[in-house]
T-cell receptor, first 113, second 116 residues
Framework: NAGVTQTPKFQVLKTGQSMTLQCAQD?????MSWYRQDPGMGLRLIHY???????DQGEVPNGYNVSRSTTEDFPLRLLSAAPSQTSVYFC????????????FGPGTRLTVT | AQTVTQSQPEMSVQEAETVTLSCTYD???????LFWYKQPPSRQMILVIR??????QNATENRFSVNFQKAAKSFSLKISDSQLGDAAMYFC?????????????FGQGTILTVHP
């Protein structure tokens, strides 16, 4: 049981490049989400999904795209990277049980130059 | 919109002593959940303790306990017998109950240093 996995762990992009951050979970969780962590701001929700084929925007969705074709995978796409997207990105999952614990991946540190 | 505020950017404690981290939140909901997460230098987010708002009894997990004051919208974390391994960033988080998803709203974080 690997929990929530994310790849890559580190990435450097140039402004305007695109890339996909991968996230997978093996716990059969319905809910998955992406957060970004910036200094002094805690974690903020980018996008989330309540099941395969269903996604919605969080607090800071601009510049990011998501899709969920399977229960296990929830990739985050940066369409045209900008320096403002330099951050640490966390994927998380949990069951639909109301008090269900949120499990986090190890994070991806992204730098956009 | 819900907000979570951690007013202590940094705290320090001597090993074996007790420290309390503060958290306040703002919500119009009556049913919700509160969490404390620990983030060590490894960056991994680790759930420390959680509290259901409708339960008056304060949650405890070994050396970690909370002081939940619903009327004051306060949710502090007490760490007893502090250990070097407790050094980390601590985040307070809120999640509304009974909604279709219930996103986590985080505070800004408190860096805890433990001195030997």
């Amino acid at each position: 049981n690997a929990g929530v996995t994310q790849t890559p762990k580190f990435q450097v992009l140039k402004t305007g490049q695109s890339m996909t951050l991968q996230c997978a979970q093996d716990m059969n969780h319905e809910y998955m989400s992406w957060y970004r962590q910036d200094p002094g701001m805690g974690l903020r929700l980018i996008h989330y999904s309540v099941g395969a084929g269903i996604t919605d925007q969080g607090e800071v969705p601009n510049g990011y795209n998501v899709s969920r074709s399977t229960t296990e995978d929830f990739p985050l796409r940066l369409l045209s990277a900008a320096p403002s997207q330099t951050s640490v990105y966390f994927c998380a999952s949990r069951t639909s049980v109301s008090f269900g614990e949120q499990y986090f991946g190890p994070g991806t540190r992204l730098t956009v130059t | 919109a819900q907000t979570v505020t951690q007013s202590q950017p940094e705290m320090s404690v001597q090993e074996a002593e007790t420290v309390t981290l503060s958290c306040t939140y703002d919500t119009s909901e009556s049913d919700y959940y509160l969490f404390w997460y620990k983030q060590p230098p490894s960056r991994q987010m680790i759930l420390v303790i959680r509290q259901e708002a409708y339960k008056q009894q304060n949650a405890t997990e070994n050396r970690f306990s909370v002081n939940f004051q619903k009327a004051a919208k306060s949710f502090s974390l007490k760490i007893s017998d502090s250990q070097l391994g407790d050094a980390a960033m601590y985040f307070c988080a809120y999640r509304a109950a009974g909604t279709s998803y219930g996103k986590l709203t985080f505070g800004q974080g408190t860096i805890l240093t433990v001195h030997p």
